[in-house]
């Protein structure tokens, strides 16, 4: 299992970043430690030097450019090598490989919800496969939560009306806690939850139903962007936006997704998870070039999960 580290006092190292997070953070203390006994041990030892019985007659020390300049050279290098490892090992935890298995998670007060594409849905367990990149996309329902994992080291807001993400790749099989790290509310602390890393093949029998953990799931198993092709059906957005690429009332889903769509004022946007979302939400916020803002609000129409299985579904329409 994964050894704890810094005297036990951090969590278990359950992934390579939580490796790299700790040895810079080793580092920042020990060099802290060491500033802060150099400072006080000088500080100490020259007022003992330099005390009014042996120095009655107080001496005035002006500049000294040699200790001037070093005493700003070596902290500006300290500095400059905390920057640079920090940046590596946040770019490492910020962009999660292509190829990652993506899990969109809903944060509300006061539980966490995890939308998987096969269409199963869980509330306070993630199941994720071990050695394999896993992507969580997140949002809120209602106010600030931030879904944080320690021994992943690894901890993201989510954001009412935004989609940010996380990604992590588990070491191995085992449970690890979920904290939501953004008070939000009575129940903030109890909004607990637990990641299950499974070996890969088990994690794959459990995605096609074969394990008994799916108790936990809704067990509906339709996959994710099924469900957002019958909520489009549902909803009649069919009734104005067609899949083949031909343009009815709105423009066509076909090939929506990450394309660069122009606005009724000229300007151009990136049509991705929260553009899509503010069209469905509030529709007259960015209207598209050439159509009328007809367009009538879902709000309190369509859940989180329902607009989660939409752009699932639009993603699918290449
Ligand atoms: C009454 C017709 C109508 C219905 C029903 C409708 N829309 Fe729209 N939609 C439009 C029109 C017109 C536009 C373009 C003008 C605008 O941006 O508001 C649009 C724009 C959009 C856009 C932005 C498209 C782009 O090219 O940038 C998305 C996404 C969208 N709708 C999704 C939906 C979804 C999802 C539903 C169902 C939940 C839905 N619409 C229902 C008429 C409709
Ligand atoms: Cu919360």
Known sequence: MAEHTFFGLLPPQATEIAKGVDDLFIFITAISVFFFLLVIGLMLSFARKYRAEKNPVPTDIHENLPLEILWTAIPTLILGVIFVWGFIVYKDMSAAPGSAYEIRAIGKQWLWKFQYDHGASTVGELYVPARQPVKIILTSDDVLHSLFIPDFRVKKDAVPGMYTSLWFRADEPGEHVIYCAEYCGTNHSGMLGKVIVM?????????????????????????????????????????????NGSVMVGPSFKGLYGKTETLSDNSKIVVDDAYIRESIIEPQAKVVLGF????????????????????AYLQTLK
Not at 200 to 218: I, Q
């Open 199 to 243: 070996e890969p093949g088990k994690f794959e029998e459990w995605r096609s139903g074969k394990l008994d953990a799916t108790a936990t799931s809704n067990g509906e198993n339709v996959p994710l962007d099924i469900q957002g092709k019958a909520l489009t059906e549902k909803f009649g957005c069919v009734a104005c936006h067609s899949t």
């Open 292 to 311: 009328d803002p007809v367009m009538a609000t879902y709000k309190g129409l369509v859940k989180e999960e329902d607009i989660n299985a939409i752009i």
